[in-house]
T-cell receptor, first 112, second 113 residues
């Protein structure tokens, strides 16, 4: 089955700096890669996603890049704010059903 | 639109008991997936239902089961609870089955004593 690895597990940045979280996947059949933000006591919320026919996608301060050849994708958050502090999960899925494989999460702390 | 709702939000049970958790998907969504989240194992897929049929199943023992009703609401059941079943159980819904965006509920926090 698919294996998704995520790094780093924890990340601290100063407010205003950028944060980058990286994920790799093992199955070349994976073709949909969402990113989720989970705040304490809440379920994961989709923040951005990318499909395999696109190399980069941006939504205001958040961007995701995908390198299909290397089988890795990254989340970039610019101009970080304290409210960006949360646990971020990457995931991968393929055409066979609705099963998602999740990374182990990155705890991001933005220091004011 | 209302989001995914899960009930109850918190639950305390003892070993050997059974538990039923409920999930109401976003209106119009027909696919419901269940996940177990623990600090050690992260988010692990339990199973997925579409049109009252289980379409995918993760690697969990038979004590974990689920079902989906005609209105797309879903329930999951865990029988003969073990201490290791303590976790946050998350439900996610999506429109269809294939590679659709999933929207998560707030989860049910289960503590097994």
């Amino acid at each position: 089955g698919e294996n998704v690895e995520q790094h780093p597990s924890t990340l601290s940045v100063q407010e205003g700096d950028s944060a980058v979280i990286k994920c790799t996947y093992s199955d070349s059949a994976s073709n949909y890669f969402p990113w989720y933000k989970q705040e304490l006591g809440k379920g994961p919320q989709l923040i951005i996603d990318i499909r395999s026919n696109v190399g980069e996608k941006k939504d205001q301060r958040i961007a995701v890049t995908l390198n299909k050849t290397a089988k890795h994708f990254s989340l970039h958050i610019t101009e970080t704010q304290p409210e960006d502090s949360a646990v971020y999960f990457c995931a991968a899925s393929m055409n066979t059903g609705n099963q998602f494989y999740f990374g182990t999460g990155t705890s991001l702390t933005v220091i004011p | 639109k209302a989001g995914v709702t899960q009930t109850p939000r918190y639950l305390i049970k003892t070993r050997g008991q059974q538990v039923t958790l409920s999930c109401s998907p976003i209106s119009g969504h027909r696919s419901v997936s269940w996940y177990q989240q623990t600090p050690g194992q992260g988010l692990q897929f339990l199973f997925e239902y579409f049109s009252e049929t289980q379409r995918n199943k993760g690697n969990f023992p038979g004590r974990f089961s689920g079902r989906q009703f005609s209105n797309s609401r879903s329930e999951m059941n865990v029988s003969t609870l073990e201490l290791g079943d303590s976790a946050l159980y998350l439900c996610a819904s999506s429109l269809q089955v294939l590679r659709e965006t999933q929207y998560f509920g707030p989860g049910t926090r289960l503590l097994v004593l």
